[in-house]
């Protein structure tokens, strides 16, 4: 057998998962099928020999490509679900698989529910992708973070919040959006500001501070510890940050002269802040979906 035979085995024998990868994170049968027919054609240019796994190497390209799929999705502001669309769904890949059958679209489609794409839909492209690919999947948090350019901590983070949105609970303790909203406001207020004994009660007592690399180069610390140093961190110096949508989060972004430099992803517990992560990465920074909202 040819080594190209070899590689269209190999591909055949992963397409099935791979299409059940992408159905989840896409709630499109038909752009499920296009994601996979990518991956297919990103292995046929690549160099199989340094391929040591073709299935997670497979699993990997699909989940980017479900992503850039998501993200360009909510550009456009567009449905997902073809269950609640009516999308007409045809395929017609030369490498699809024919035991695929209607029933099995169907079983695929009962097998998640819409009861959990309605949920899916709710998350943030990364959160989505974190989700799938760790708690539907098992695919190790290390192989999903440079998937969606993020550090170990913040994918798991990602899919954490994520977990407990599908499972009925809010990401921050019963915080729902405006509380959260009003929460990251008056942070951003009283570090603009200057208002030290609001940033206190805005903090939770063991409240920690961490940046990353980018944001150390900048001036800023690893990691700082406790309300008061962490409140004296912000004390009147944060005056280009403001609130922001980030990956359909609110958080702050601070953006001098509208260039944004840098993202805090604030963990919010008990209706006060319990961890402020500081990302200044451009890489990083490239990968969120950021929207400064009006103070």
Not at 5 to 24: C, G, M
Not at 26 to 39: F, P
Not at 193 to 206: K, T, Y
Not at 226 to 239: C, H, I, M
Request: with cysteine.
């Amino acid at each position: 057998m040819s080594a190209k035979n070899i590689l269209t085995a190999q591909f055949a024998a992963n397409r099935p998962r791979l299409e059940s990868v992408a159905y989840r994170m896409l709630g499109s049968r038909s752009e499920a099928e296009d994601a996979v027919q990518e991956a297919w054609l990103r292995l046929d240019r690549a160099d199989a020999d340094t391929i040591g796994n073709i299935g997670g190497w497979l699993t990997t390209v699909v989940g980017r490509i479900c992503l850039d799929m998501l993200r360009s999705r909510k550009s456009r502001r567009e449905a997902s679900l073809e269950i609640l669309t009516g999308e007409a769904v045809e395929i017609d890949h030369s490498l699809a698989d024919p035991s695929v059958t209607p029933e099995d679209e169907i079983a695929m489609a009962d097998s998640v529910g819409l009861a959990m794409f309605a949920v899916l839909e709710t998350l943030s492209p990364a959160e989505r992708v974190a989700f799938v690919l760790h708690d539907m999947f098992a695919v190790p948090f290390e192989d999903i973070a440079p998937v969606i350019g993020r550090s170990l901590e913040a994918t798991r983070q990602l899919a954490s919040r994520a977990r407990r949105r599908v499972q009925g609970r809010n990401p921050d303790g019963e915080i729902d959006r405006t509380r959260r909203r009003e929460i990251v406001e008056a942070f951003v207020a009283a570090s603009r500001g200057g208002d030290f004994s609001a940033l206190l009660s805005l903090l939770a007592p063991d409240a920690v501070l961490r940046g990353d690399d980018a944001a150390i180069r900048l001036g800023g610390r690893a990691e700082v510890r406790g309300a008061p140093a962490v409140a004296e961190v912000f004390n009147g110096r944060a005056q280009a940050a403001r609130p922001a949508l980030v990956d359909g989060m609110v958080d702050v972004a601070v953006v001098p002269g509208g260039r944004l430099l840098l993202v805090l992803r604030l963990n919010i517990e008990g209706g006060r802040i319990a961890g402020i992560d500081a990302i200044a990465d451009r890489d990083q920074l490239a990968a969120l979906d950021v929207e400064v909202l009006q103070d």
